[in-house]
């Protein structure tokens, strides 16, 4: 379960969007692949760590105690 922590964690929305705006800005991209890494950053932040979870409960982790 402690692995899956930072995998759910690691696409972070606003670096994403902060890229894309900043690669906007300096003419490295133009706006529709802008917009496109915005969208991408907010479906991933949104089904990501949902799915996180499923895989989580899929896969039983045992502890040797």
Known sequence: ELIYVPLA???P???LVAV???GEKLGI???SHSSVIILT???TAI????LMKI???AVP???NK
Request: hydrophobic share 50%.
């Open 41 to 43: 950053a907010i479906i």
């Open 29 to 31: 991209i133009d706006r």
């Open 47 to 50: 089904f990501y760590p949902w």
């Open 20 to 22: 894309s705006t900043m």
């Open 55 to 57: 895989v989580n409960r």
């Open 9 to 11: 964690g690691s696409f």
């Open 61 to 63: 982790v045992e502890f």
């Open 13 to 15: 929305l606003t670096l």
